[in-house]
């Protein structure tokens, strides 16, 4: 177990400068932020230690920049959320790593947040260079990786940091977020209550294979939608029409289908349609019945209330991807009853847990985040962890005494 922030003595915080390193990484569209979910939920770790009295520094990555300053991916704007939705003074320090701007961090007092430029304008963040997170080290006396969303990736500033603090003799610690998210994943993994329900869903079987070897064994029920389950229905020798399947992934299925039995629930029924968009005039198919020209967009009414089912009798569900392309709202009645019915069983007492950024957002628009156990704020990360793999930016914290 890592150690957290939790177990540390919240005077011992008061005046002192803690780097923190956040996921601050917001989707953007010209320049304003379109969903601050992953703002809020860093809030709980800053507010820990600036009301303990201590100088937050404050680091993120956003987007891509690719090692080079782009003034589209300026964390400016997120500073002033951050600000907004925290009540605290927030001050951007840009200029790099020049002296000016770590001076500028002295002017930092009890209460306010430095928030330094995008961790990625660096070309070493992503190279994980130890000469740049020493250099960070050097800025406090802890480090609180709160980060989930990147733990997946050894950067400089997630695990290099972590050891660049430990190597001069001082602390890397979870940050509440990180802590939660941990302790949720680990959770399902380790002793589900049962009946343990896993629901996967969204385009693609490759980059799930390493969650699904994981659960399979472990499940009472798998549920698949989503693209995912056309290339079962290949797998069982069905027409899939024009809809998105992974060719190479077929003999796979196949073999999972053999693997999983009973436990194995494919979609009985479809919807389908013609055209992708928003006109369009989508039918309700068994899966047997899928046409030449047709693309599978959803999963069935009958479908639905099957896996609403099984999801209603579970004691602990977990679910990943989308069971359509529910972006378009013609195709997101199947996505949407299932995240009713996680939040339904939840308010009977199951632990649901939701992870995936797709599948996050889903559960936003369907109204339930709140509901649920725990709806991750890691797409790669949560999927690693089910998986069963370690993260780089968790393996490098502080062993708890
Ligand atoms: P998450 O981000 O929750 O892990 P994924 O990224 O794996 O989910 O999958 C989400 C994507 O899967 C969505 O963009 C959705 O449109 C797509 N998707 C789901 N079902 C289908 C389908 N039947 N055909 C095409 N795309 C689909
Ligand atoms: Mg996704």
Same mark, same amino acid.
């Given at each position: 177990?890592?150690?957290?922030?939790?177990?540390?003595? %919240?005077? *011992?915080?008061?005046?002192?400068?803690?780097?923190?390193?956040?996921? +601050?990484?917001?989707?953007?569209?010209?320049?304003?932020?379109?969903?601050?979910?992953?703002?809020?939920?860093?809030?709980?770790?800053?507010?820990?230690?600036?009301?303990?009295?201590?100088?937050?520094?404050? &680091?993120?990555? +956003?987007?891509?920049?690719?090692?080079?300053?782009?003034?589209?991916?300026?964390?400016?704007?997120?500073?002033?959320?951050? =600000?907004?939705?925290?009540?605290?003074?927030?001050?951007?320090? !840009?200029?790099?790593?020049? @002296?000016?701007?770590?001076?500028?961090?002295?002017?930092?007092?009890?209460?306010?947040?430095?928030?330094?430029?995008?961790?990625?304008? &660096?070309?070493?963040?992503?190279?994980?260079?130890?000469?740049?997170?020493? $250099? *960070?080290?050097?800025?406090?006396?802890?480090?609180?990786?709160?980060?989930?969303?990147?733990?997946?990736?050894?950067?400089?500033?997630? =695990?290099? +940091?972590?050891?660049?603090?430990?190597?001069?003799?001082?602390?890397?610690?979870?940050? +509440?977020?990180?802590?939660?998210?941990?302790?949720?994943?680990?959770?399902?993994?380790?002793?589900?209550?049962?009946?343990?329900?896993?629901?996967?869903?969204?385009?693609?079987?490759?980059?799930?294979?390493?969650?699904?070897?994981?659960?399979?064994?472990?499940?009472?029920?798998?549920?698949?939608?989503?693209?995912?389950?056309?290339?079962?229905?290949?797998?069982?020798?069905?027409?899939?029409?024009?809809?998105?399947?992974?060719?190479?992934?077929?003999?796979?299925?196949?073999?999972?289908?053999?693997?999983?039995?009973?436990?194995?629930?494919? %979609? &009985?029924?479809?919807?389908?349609?013609?055209?992708?968009?928003?006109?369009?005039? @989508?039918?309700?198919?068994?899966?047997?019945?899928?046409?030449?020209?047709?693309?599978?967009?959803?999963?069935?009414?009958? !479908?639905?209330?099957?896996?609403?089912?099984?999801?209603?009798?579970?004691?602990?569900?977990? *679910?990943?991807? %989308?069971?359509?392309?529910?972006?378009?709202?013609?195709?997101?009645?199947? !996505?949407?009853?299932?995240?009713?019915?996680?939040?339904?069983?939840?308010?009977?007492?199951?632990?649901?847990?939701?992870?995936?950024?797709? $599948?996050?957002?889903a559960a936003e628009r369907a109204g339930v985040v709140g509901r649920v156990t725990h709806v991750s704020t890691g797409g790669g990360a949560s999927m690693r962890l089910l998986a069963g793999d370690s993260l780089?930016?968790?393996?490098?914290?502080?062993?708890?005494?």
């Amino acid at each position: 177990m890592k150690k957290t922030i939790s177990e540390v003595d %919240p005077f *011992w915080f008061g005046g002192r400068p803690i780097l923190v390193r956040a996921d +601050l990484n917001v989707p953007l569209a010209s320049g304003r932020i379109t969903d601050d979910r992953k703002i809020r939920a860093s809030l709980p770790t800053l507010e820990l230690l600036l009301d303990a009295g201590a100088r937050v520094v404050l &680091l993120s990555h +956003l987007g891509r920049p690719g090692g080079q300053p782009t003034p589209e991916l300026s964390l400016a704007p997120v500073a002033e959320r951050l =600000s907004d939705l925290s009540g605290f003074r927030v001050e951007l320090v !840009t200029g790099g790593h020049s @002296p000016e701007a770590f001076a500028s961090l002295e002017a930092i007092s009890a209460g306010g947040i430095a928030l330094l430029e995008n961790s990625r304008f &660096l070309a070493g963040e992503t190279a994980n260079d130890p000469e740049l997170a020493a $250099s *960070w080290a050097a800025l406090g006396d802890l480090f609180v990786n709160d980060a989930f969303g990147v733990a997946h990736r050894a950067h400089a500033s997630t =695990s290099g +940091l972590a050891q660049a603090m430990i190597d001069r003799g001082a602390e890397a610690v979870a940050g +509440l977020l990180m802590a939660r998210e941990l302790r949720f994943l680990e959770e399902v993994l380790r002793l589900p209550e049962r009946p343990f329900t896993v629901v996967l869903g969204g385009a693609k079987i490759s980059g799930k294979i390493g969650v699904i070897s994981m659960l399979l064994p472990r499940v009472d029920r798998l549920l698949i939608g989503g693209a995912m389950a056309n290339t079962f229905f290949r797998a069982l020798g069905l027409a899939t029409g024009r809809s998105l399947v992974e060719e190479d992934r077929i003999e796979l299925a196949a073999t999972l289908v053999e693997q999983g039995g009973e436990r194995l629930v494919l %979609p &009985l029924d479809c919807l389908v349609t013609r055209e992708v968009g928003d006109g369009a005039a @989508p039918r309700v198919v068994l899966r047997s019945d899928v046409c030449e020209d047709d693309k599978i967009v959803d999963i069935g009414p009958q !479908t639905r209330a099957q896996f609403s089912d099984m999801i209603g009798r579970s004691r602990t569900v977990v *679910w990943n991807g %989308p069971m359509g392309v529910f972006e378009i709202e013609t195709f997101a009645e199947g !996505t949407l009853q299932i995240a009713h019915a996680i939040a339904d069983a939840c308010d009977r007492g199951a632990l649901g847990v939701i992870g995936g950024g797709d $599948s996050g957002a889903a559960a936003e628009r369907a109204g339930v985040v709140g509901r649920v156990t725990h709806v991750s704020t890691g797409g790669g990360a949560s999927m690693r962890l089910l998986a069963g793999d370690s993260l780089p930016g968790v393996d490098s914290l502080t062993e708890r005494e």
